[in-house]
């Protein structure tokens, strides 16, 4: 059982730079796929990031690759997504989200916002 918690959204013009973080609580963090999510006003929540739980593997939607990317740090319990390039397309609540094998993205945190002005 994990507690997710997203920080570091906020507004920012195209072309800028944000980066999200995803605080964790739980030993078995470690253990867990973590994943970013986005769900754009008005749009179903769509797949951004994974990478797999020791950082040796990394996955992204065709809209955020080449852009974005996914990291942790298993020491602190945390997974960013640093978010370059960003368009007003992007505008989105993020959410992180954990796969324990086998089971799918079984947790969620609550979202942050992240608005990237035109």
């Known amino acids: 059982q994990v507690q997710l918690v997203e920080s570091g959204g ?5 072309g800028g730079s944000l980066r999200l973080s995803c605080a ?11 994943g ?8 179903e929540r769509e797949f ?3 990478i797999d739980w020791n950082g040796g593997a ?12 996914i990291s942790r740090d298993n020491t602190t319990n ?5 978010m370059n390039s960003l368009k007003p397309e992007d505008t ?19 979202g942050t916002q992240v608005t990237v002005s035109s």
Do not use: I
Not at 92 to 110: I, K, L, M, V
């Open 92 to 110: 989105a609540n993020y959410y992180c989200a954990a796969y324990p094998s086998g089971a799918g993205w079984r947790y969620w945190g609550q």
């Open 78 to 82: 945390t997974v960013y997504l640093q």
């Open 36 to 43: 970013w999510f986005h769900q754009p006003p008005g749009k």
């Open 58 to 69: 990394t996955y992204y939607g065709d809209s955020v690759k080449g852009r974005f990317t």
């Open 10 to 14: 906020g507004l920012v013009q195209a």
């Open 24 to 34: 964790a609580s739980g030993r078995t963090f470690n253990l867990y796929r973590m």
């Open 48 to 50: 951004a990031a994974a």
